[in-house]
């Protein structure tokens, strides 16, 4: 039986993930959850669903219909009794809320919305798209006036434990607002997406990057299609938070990479428990050990840092990372600046905001990039 990966997304034509053009496999599961995560989709393994609370249609309940479990349940009024598939007994869920919006009027209707509900109204009712676009309009006309005048937006619940993730409620929804994230992959499938961009690996220097979420923690399937990816000549990349046992490491996916970007958060353990989880002994060891081998003919690892205002861009912190890699002997950083976009992938996944923490909702800037820099003297720092 072939292995197979968890993978939530494959990116074509990256310039930001490695030398050249590259594609991106993107893997789920992570053993860190960094409150900044930048890729929430990646931190839990397995497939799981997604709710875009914008594009869900008010009145629908497809997705209730279509749940063979129960496991859906659809939310028109406040808080309170809930409409269960399969039972038809109103009644409270315990369940995970994937919704974070306190509930209230819908004022805005985006275009992306407008479209898709066109769109569905036009396939059940049949009609052409000329015939029906001012028929649709009235109808989009009488969604909008329903949600203008107060109507509670549907809010949509997920109980996780009944959830068997066979999808169909991804399927049944008839404007986007439910869908997958994560679908098992085995190599050969990843090659076959991957493999017709190869002209461009090899014009550009590039080639394929093992993203996530965490590749090491799917190492057996991401040690194959690495095997792989090298056998076939293509250049292969790890991006790895270093949290991964290194024997393992070594069997299998170690003899298969030709560069490693190791992230580097916290130096401080405490610190590094209370925002990503868990220490950072196990990092800090691997990074050594892996580094000591480039250093000797060993696969090139460069170490990145994330910058997270007042978490990991502090000066204390800086410092102190600065002074480990001199002490390696590294010279080379990249500092990754903050980025604020993630917060809303997180809602969709029904993920609460991390605690003790307001995320920044802004880029930094060009000055506070530049004070970063300066603890890193004698290193060539890039970004
Ligand atoms: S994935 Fe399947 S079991 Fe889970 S909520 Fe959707 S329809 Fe129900
Ligand atoms: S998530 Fe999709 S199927 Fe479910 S109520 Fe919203 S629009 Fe309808």
Known sequence: MPLRSCVFAIKG?????????????????????????????????????????????????????????????VQDGPPGPVRRAGTGVPGRWPGTMLSS?????????????RERL??????????????????????????????????????VLVDRARCTRCGLCADACPSGALSRVGQEMTAGDILAAILPDRPFFDRSGGGVTLSGGEPTSQMNSAGELARRLKRAGIHVLLETCGLFRLEAFDRVLYPHLDLVYFDIKLMDTGKHERWCGTGNKTILRNFVEIYQRACTGGVAVLPRVPLV??????????????????????????????????PAKRRRLGMPPPAGWVPPSHWMTRDRMAACRSHFHGIQVDE
């Open 101 to 113: 919006r306190p509930p209230g009027p819908v004022l805005n209707v985006s275009a992306r919305f």
């Open 309 to 342: 205002p007042g978490i990991t861009d502090t000066e204390e912190n800086l410092s102190a990372i600065a002074t480990f890699l001199r002490d390696n002997g590294v010279a080379q950083v990249v500092l990754m600046p903050y980025n604020p976009l993630w």
């Open 118 to 155: 066109t769109s569905f109204r036009n396939r059940v009712t049949g009609r052409t798209k000329s015939r029906s676009r001012s028929a649709s309009a009235g109808i989009v006309q009488k969604e909008e006036q329903g949600r203008h005048v107060g109507k509670q937006a549907p809010r």
């Open 13 to 73: 034509n990256s310039l930001d993930d490695g030398p050249g053009i590259r594609s991106v496999v993107f893997f789920k599961g992570c053993p860190l959850s960094c409150a900044w995560c930048h890729n929430p989709e990646g931190m839990r393994p397995g497939p799981e669903l997604a709710w875009d609370e914008e594009a869900c249609v008010t009145g629908c309940t497809r997705c209730l219909e279509a749940c063979p479990e129960g496991a859906i349940l």
